[in-house]
């Protein structure tokens, strides 16, 4: 059963996604019931959840790629469905999980693939789409990485090639599945805060008519809470839980969904979500341990 909580916006937040209704399925097994919810400009999503509950699933079915079991989606107000391809990959853009590099090619030219939706007439790059994919890299600390053969790099590495090509796409949506496997803790927390500051940005920008925001699938509960504004929290039984990242990421709502106790600590302003000791008798889900 899907639970929201109450949603706190500014009144000149615009819609982004809305769910309505939808439905997902993995054979006879619903990874997510009859789910109505409203994603705003602005925000920054965690996608949580145990193995299999269905976080690629949705993530898939948000960029437009799967189809629903029932309910749709909708983008700035228009059905996914109704949307044709070249402005929708200039409106969101997806970073699938675990996609591998085919062939050899430098990471410049890796990351430039992803300007494809704003390229013109015959298909070349310009100097404006060889600027964004520098930036890209820069923001993500690869720059000097740009004339290396991408078969080269390590698996990290090349993970945040990946993610400087998403952002090299320039569309305000990002749909990132699983973002951060392969980093270490250091570059884990290097990628996070530059989406921070690229939604940021948008924010501050006179320019920008459109804020940018991000869903991301994680499983460091305690990095969602510290980076995300939200939380999606999905239960593996099509259950949800929807709202602002502190009010689903919580001892009680975690230990239900992941099926282990979960406790809260806390050192001055700071808090983290740490297993418990589960005893014989007690439940997944034990009030006494997954309080706070």
């Keep these: 059963m899907m639970r929201a909580h109450a949603h706190v916006h500014s009144p000149a937040s615009a819609a982004v996604l809305s769910v309505q ?30 193995n299999g509950a269905g976080k ?27 949307w044709q391809p070249l402005p929708l990959a200039r409106r969101r853009a997806l970073m699938p999980q675990g996609a591998n590099d085919a062939f050899s090619a430098s990471v410049l030219d890796i990351v430039m693939l992803n300007r494809f939706p704003h390229l013109g007439g015959w298909g070349w790059e310009r100097d404006a789409d060889r600027a964004a994919a520098h930036a890209a890299l820069e923001r993500l600390g690869l720059a000097q990485f740009a004339a290396r ?30 973002p951060l496997s392969h980093l270490d803790l250091h570059h884990q927390i290097d990628c996070l805060e530059a989406l921070v500051a690229w939604v940021r940005e948008s924010r501050r920008s006179a320019l920008r008519s459109v804020l940018r925001s991000v869903l991301f699938s994680c499983h460091d509960l305690n990095l969602a809470r510290r980076f995300a504004t939200h939380a999606l929290l999905l239960d593996g039984e099509g259950g949800a839980y929807a709202g602002p990242v502190r009010d689903v990421l919580t001892p009680a709502l975690a230990s239900r969904a992941f099926g282990y106790p979960l406790i809260l600590i806390r050192d001055g302003e700071h808090e983290a979500l740490i297993p418990a000791p589960r005893s014989r008798h007690e439940s997944p889900a034990g009030h006494d341990i997954a309080s706070g």
């Design 56 to 82: 690629t699933t949705l993530l898939s079915t948000l960029a437009g790629l799967r189809h629903a079991s029932a309910g749709h989606v909708e983008l700035d107000g228009l059905r996914l469905a109704d």
């Design 21 to 50: 209704r939808l439905t997902l399925q993995a054979g006879a097994r619903a990874l997510l019931d009859a789910f109505t919810h409203t994603f705003y400009a602005g925000e920054i999503w965690c996608v949580a959840g145990p």
């Design 149 to 178: 053969d991408v078969l080269s790099l390590s698996g990290g590495e090349r993970q945040r090639v990946a993610l400087a090509a998403v952002l090299c796409q320039d569309a305000p949506l990002l749909l990132l599945d699983e």
